[in-house]
Every structure is written in C-alpha cells, then in structure tokens.
T-cell receptor
Framework: SQTIHQWPATLVQPVGSPLSLECTVE??????LYWYRQAAGRGLQLLFY??????ISSEVPQNLSASRPQDRQFILSSKKLLLSDSGFYLC???????????FGPGTRLTVL | TQLLEQSPQFLSIQEGENLTVYCNSS?????LQWYRQEPGEGPVLLVT?????EVKKLKRLTFQFGDARKDSSLHITAAQPGDTGLYLC????????????FGKGTKLTVNP
C-alpha cells in the first residue's frame, strides 16, 4: 500500500531564517506531487506541483521554491522566511493528473 | 478559470439532524471528489463521482453528481459529532488538467 510522509510535523522559525520541508511517498512510482498551503482551516492554495523528477510548476509567485530530486521526494524551501509564510503545509500525491489525491499529515509552520 | 463554490461556508447543527452541503460551478468536470479534513490533519478522500446523475452512498453520507457534471451535493443523515470537520470538493476539469480545482470547503460542527 502507498503511504506519504511529511516532516517535521510542527516548526517554529524566526523571520529571515531558511526553510526546508520534506515529503516522501512510498509504494508507488512516478507519482504526481503537490504542495498546498492552508490558512485557518479553510481552502487549499496550490503552491507547486510536479509530474516528474526535476519538473516543477509554480502556481503563485512567492517566497518559496520546490524541488524534486528523486521520484518520490518533494521538498519545499525558502531562503528567508516571512511572517506571511506561516500556515499549514500539505503535500499530496496522485497516480495521474486529475486523479484522486492522497494527502500527508501536514506541517504546521509558525514564523515569528 | 474553473471555480468550485461551496455552500454554506459554516454549518453548526445538533446531533441527529440532517444536512446538505453543495458544490457548484459553471464549468464541466470529468469527475468530482469529496474530502473530509479534521483539524491538524490532511484531507481524506471520501468518494469520487464520475457519471452525470451518479449517486453514491457511504453509510449515512449520500453524494450526488449533477446531470450536467457541473455540481455536486453531500447529504448527511442523522449527523453525529464524529462527522465534524471541513468538507472539501475537488474537480478534474473536463479537457484535462494537471491539477484539481478545490472548493474553499464547508466547516461542519455537529454538537452532541
């Protein structure tokens, strides 16, 4: 069966510090991968998605970047965090584009 | 740009009541999914509907896809406190897309 992992679960970082959130998927090959941010228990904002190694599409201009160094690894990064980067970050995978998505447990990021 | 409008945004009811939440669009979707998210966790897929007019039942939950595949509804019978959560609909736009379109969600609270 497939599983998706995210870490860390929670993170408190000062403004201006770097960020690295990691997501890995097990039990499947060549998944589509997604990074979302969710504010205040409301809708999901798609940040990045990837349909293959090294292929990253950005949905909104922002202070963040994403990389996919391996087939089942997706990383969300920032060189200098802003207060507005605080939120709940979710990684998800799907078998193909438009298919059901399976979400990780999320990372709660607080920037102080 | 395809949009999915969910209503109501918030719903607070007593245990045992019935409720319906809606997901509407002016665009056609190849399929539509419903997810439930509990606080601090990632969304979990409940159901996918793919055929216009399709009805699916999951215990006390009934999902319907509109005949024109532009809208969907979720009906819960005899709601229980365990049904509390954020209900998200997501659609795969007709014509193909690398990403799903998510609604902003309905936050349901079922009081004992």
């Amino acid at each position: 069966s497939q599983t998706i992992h995210q870490w860390p679960a929670t993170l408190v970082q000062p403004v201006g510090s770097p960020l690295s959130l990691e997501c890995t998927v097990e039990g499947t090959s060549n998944p589509n991968l997604y990074w979302y941010r969710q504010a205040a228990g409301r809708g999901l904002q798609l940040l990045f998605y990837s349909v293959g190694i090294g292929q990253i599409s950005s949905e909104v201009p922002q202070n963040l970047s994403a990389s996919r160094p391996q087939d089942r690894q997706f990383i969300l990064s920032s060189k200098k965090l802003l207060l507005s980067d605080s939120g709940f970050y979710l990684c998800a995978w799907s078998r193909t584009s438009g298919d059901e998505q399976f979400f990780g447990p999320g990372t709660r990021l607080t920037v102080l | 740009t395809q949009l999915l409008e969910q209503s109501p945004q918030f719903l607070s009811i007593q245990e045992g009541e019935n409720l319906t939440v809606y997901c509407n669009s002016s665009s056609v979707f190849s399929s539509l999914q419903w997810y439930r998210q509990e606080p601090g966790e990632g969304p979990v897929l409940l159901v996918t509907v793919v055929t216009g007019g399709e009805v699916k039942k999951l215990k006390r939950l009934t999902f319907q896809f509109g005949d024109a595949r532009k809208d969907s509804s979720l009906h819960i019978t005899a709601a229980q406190p365990g049904d509390t959560g954020l209900y998200l609909c997501a659609g795969d736009p007709q014509g193909g897309s690398e990403k799903l379109v998510f609604g902003k969600g309905t936050k349901l609270t079922v009081n004992p």
